[in-house]
Protein backbone atom coordinates (compact mmCIF):
# COMPACT_ATOMS: atom_id res chain seq x y z
CA UNK A 1 0.00 0.00 0.00
CA UNK A 2 1.23 3.21 -1.06
CA UNK A 3 1.01 6.32 1.69
CA UNK A 4 -2.35 8.03 1.20
CA UNK A 5 -1.66 11.97 -0.50
CA UNK A 6 -2.41 14.66 1.83
CA UNK A 7 -5.23 17.07 -0.23
CA UNK A 8 -6.11 20.73 1.03
CA UNK A 9 -8.46 23.01 0.65
CA UNK A 10 -8.16 26.17 -2.08
CA UNK A 11 -9.38 29.38 -0.17
CA UNK A 12 -8.39 32.78 -0.90
CA UNK A 13 -5.98 32.10 -3.19
CA UNK A 14 -3.91 29.39 -0.90
CA UNK A 15 -4.12 26.10 -0.77
CA UNK A 16 -4.79 25.42 3.51
CA UNK A 17 -5.76 23.07 5.99
CA UNK A 18 -9.11 22.71 7.95
CA UNK A 19 -9.08 25.85 10.98
CA UNK A 20 -9.11 23.18 13.54
CA UNK A 21 -6.03 20.88 12.27
CA UNK A 22 -9.39 17.85 11.28
CA UNK A 23 -8.75 15.37 8.50
CA UNK A 24 -11.16 12.70 6.98
CA UNK A 25 -10.00 9.91 5.11
CA UNK A 26 -10.28 8.60 1.53
CA UNK A 27 -10.55 4.70 1.04
CA UNK A 28 -10.66 2.64 -2.24
CA UNK A 29 -13.90 1.08 -2.15
CA UNK A 30 -12.68 -1.64 -4.09
CA UNK A 31 -9.71 -2.54 -1.82
CA UNK A 32 -10.77 -0.50 1.93
CA UNK A 33 -7.04 1.22 1.75
CA UNK A 34 -6.87 4.97 2.72
CA UNK A 35 -5.56 6.61 -0.19
CA UNK A 36 -6.09 10.14 0.51
CA UNK A 37 -6.29 12.43 3.84
CA UNK A 38 -8.70 15.91 3.28
CA UNK A 39 -9.24 18.60 5.49
CA UNK A 40 -12.61 18.53 7.82
CA UNK A 41 -13.88 21.76 6.76
CA UNK A 42 -15.83 23.65 9.76
CA UNK A 43 -18.35 26.21 9.43
CA UNK A 44 -15.70 28.90 10.09
CA UNK A 45 -13.97 27.63 6.94
CA UNK A 46 -16.95 27.69 5.30
CA UNK A 47 -17.36 31.62 5.72
CA UNK A 48 -13.87 32.32 5.11
CA UNK A 49 -14.51 30.40 1.53
CA UNK A 50 -17.66 32.12 1.02
CA UNK A 51 -16.19 35.51 1.93
CA UNK A 52 -13.31 35.11 -0.12
CA UNK A 53 -15.61 34.43 -2.86
CA UNK A 54 -17.66 37.34 -2.58
CA UNK A 55 -14.04 39.57 -2.17
CA UNK A 56 -13.02 37.97 -5.30
CA UNK A 57 -16.75 38.29 -7.26
CA UNK A 58 -16.75 41.83 -6.16
CA UNK A 59 -13.40 43.47 -5.37
CA UNK A 60 -11.55 41.88 -7.76
CA UNK A 61 -10.14 41.80 -11.29
CA UNK A 62 -13.41 39.66 -12.19
CA UNK A 63 -16.11 42.37 -11.76
CA UNK A 64 -14.06 44.73 -14.24
CA UNK A 65 -13.44 41.97 -17.06
CA UNK A 66 -15.99 42.23 -19.97
CA UNK A 67 -17.69 39.31 -20.76
CA UNK A 68 -15.12 38.45 -23.52
CA UNK A 69 -11.97 38.55 -20.97
CA UNK A 70 -14.26 36.17 -18.64
CA UNK A 71 -15.14 33.55 -21.61
CA UNK A 72 -11.22 33.44 -22.38
CA UNK A 73 -10.16 33.10 -18.92
CA UNK A 74 -12.88 30.34 -18.41
CA UNK A 75 -11.49 28.65 -21.77
CA UNK A 76 -7.82 28.50 -20.33
CA UNK A 77 -9.22 26.98 -17.11
CA UNK A 78 -11.12 24.31 -19.23
CA UNK A 79 -7.93 24.08 -21.24
CA UNK A 80 -5.88 23.73 -18.10
CA UNK A 81 -8.12 21.17 -16.54
CA UNK A 82 -8.64 18.96 -19.77
CA UNK A 83 -4.39 19.03 -19.30
CA UNK A 84 -4.91 17.25 -16.09
CA UNK A 85 -7.67 15.04 -17.06
CA UNK A 86 -5.94 11.79 -16.55
CA UNK A 87 -4.72 12.94 -12.88
CA UNK A 88 -8.51 13.33 -12.42
CA UNK A 89 -9.45 10.73 -13.87
CA UNK A 90 -7.28 8.43 -12.29
CA UNK A 91 -8.54 10.17 -8.74
CA UNK A 92 -12.20 9.72 -9.02
CA UNK A 93 -11.94 6.10 -10.43
CA UNK A 94 -9.92 5.62 -6.94
CA UNK A 95 -12.63 7.40 -5.08
CA UNK A 96 -15.18 5.37 -6.56
Same mark, same amino acid.
Given at each position: ????? &?? $???????????????? /?? +? &??????? #???????????? #???? #??? +?????? =??????MTATQ????????? =?? /?? $??????? =?? =?????
Open positions: MTEPI &AL $QMYIDGRLCDAADGRR /LT +A &ANPATGD #VWATFPAATAAD #VDRA #VRA +AHRAMY =EGPWSRRGKTLRRMA =ES /LG $QRADRIA =EI =ETRDT
